[in-house]
T-cell receptor, first 108, second 114 residues
Framework: GQSLEQPSEVTAVEGAIVQINCTYQ??????LSWYQQHDGGAPTFLSY????GLEETGRFSSFLSRSDSYGYLLLQELQMKDSASYFC?????????FGAGTTVTVRA | DGGITQSPKYLFRKEGQNVTLSCEQN?????MYWYRQDPGQGLRLIYY???????QKGDIAEGYSVSREKKESFPLTVTSAQKNPTAFYLC?????????????FGDGTRLSIL
């Protein structure tokens, strides 16, 4: 199985940059995904890293270091609508294992 | 529009009662998943199915049962053996089981005990 650790809360102001770290312990690892969930809603896919390095998608970027069992999600130019919970998830052969989530609060 | 439909949105269970949560998808996806989410926690996998007529236990399968008789449907039954069923239940699907394929989620069902 998988075990993932991420911070529980982060608070920042509009326009700022936030980095959410995720460390994982695995028994079979294919890649790291990130999902966003607004309060009471369905999680939505943000990004996936299978190889080491940075993947950029608009204001969001995700990084993976397989040798360090570590990844992060970078949120740039924060907007109020980015207030949500963010989950890292590790893939093994057929399924995902999720971290407990990081609640990001964006203040004006 | 293609998507995943979960029903009902809210469900109440009496002591000793089994209840069934519906999950239907019209995305033509082979793989389907059921997760449980408790406040302040991540998603925990209950059951998953890679193909019709086949399913596997996830990390917290005790007290739950599923079936996969049709590709588009993956209902979850919360049995009376599940002593703490109050939670937010999420159903997801993806085209196959390749690790780079994102999961698509339904809007969830909130289950509470009466």
């Amino acid at each position: 199985g998988q075990s993932l650790e991420q911070p529980s809360e982060v608070t920042a102001v509009e326009g700022a940059i936030v980095q959410i770290n995720c460390t994982y312990q695995t028994s079979g690892f294919y890649g790291l995904s990130w999902y966003q969930q607004h309060d009471g809603g369905a999680p939505t896919f943000l990004s996936y890293n299978a190889l080491d390095g940075l993947e950029e998608t608009g204001r969001f970027s995700s990084f993976l270091s397989r040798s360090d069992s570590y990844g992060y999600l970078l949120l740039q130019e924060l907007q109020m609508k980015d207030s949500a919970s963010y989950f890292c998830a590790a893939s093994d052969d057929y399924k995902l294992s999720f971290g407990a989530g990081t609640t990001v609060t964006v203040r004006a | 529009d293609g998507g995943i439909t979960q029903s009902p949105k809210y469900l109440f269970r009496k002591e000793g009662q089994n209840v069934t949560l519906s999950c239907e998808q019209n995305l033509n996806h082979d793989a389907m998943y059921w997760y449980r989410q408790d406040p302040g926690q991540g998603l925990r996998l209950i059951y998953y199915s890679q193909i019709v007529n086949d399913f596997q236990k996830g990390d917290i399968a005790e007290g739950y049962s599923v079936s996969r008789e049709k590709k588009e449907s993956f209902p979850l039954t919360v049995t009376s053996a599940q002593k703490n069923p109050t939670a937010f239940y999420l159903c997801a699907s993806r085209p196959g089981t390749a690790s780079n394929q994102p999961q698509h989620f339904g809007d969830g069902t909130r289950l509470s005990i009466l």
